[in-house]
């Protein structure tokens, strides 16, 4: 069966890539980076003032999401500066954080519901 937009083969090349393009987002500083760059361009030595990373951190995790076009740069002068390639990279964050948000709503309902049950009935 085919999902929404296209069928995976087990042995094709779209899983690497995709694979790859996700392991760039699954690290917690990376999404640091991402997140501070979805409020507008910055050169490496304010996202290393902003995140608290070292500024060889930064420019390893920079590397990784230029290499699979979450960021774009561009060179003045001595500066380097960082800025999301599209609004993709905002979306997956978005769409990540909402994701959670729904879930720990449902969690907080579940333990609403179990804390309920557990207080003891006042005698009226």
């Keep these: 069966m085919k ?3 296209m ?10 890539i995709v694979a790859r393009r996700l392991k760039a987002l699954a690290d917690p500083s ?4 991402l997140r501070l760059l979805c409020g507008g361009e910055r050169c490496v030595t304010e996202i290393v003032d902003e995140t608290g990373l070292g500024q060889a951190n930064v420019s390893k995790h ?6 699979e076009g979450f960021v774009r740069a561009r060179r003045e002068r001595r500066n380097v500066f960082y800025r999301l390639s599209n609004g993709v ?3 997956i964050c978005a769409i990540i954080c909402k994701s959670i948000r729904e879930q720990a709503s449902g ?6 519901r179990y804390e309920g049950r557990k207080r003891p009935r006042k005698a009226g």
Excluded: H, N, T, Y
Excluded at 7 to 16: C, H, L, P, R, T
Excluded at 30 to 33: F, G, Q, T, W
């Design 62 to 67: 920079l590397r990784i999401l230029l290499g």
């Design 30 to 33: 990376r999404l640091a980076v």
């Design 7 to 16: 069928m995976f083969d087990a042995g094709s090349m779209q899983f690497e």
């Design 3 to 5: 999902g929404p937009s």
């Design 89 to 91: 990279s905002e979306e």
């Design 107 to 112: 969690e907080r309902r579940a333990l609403a």
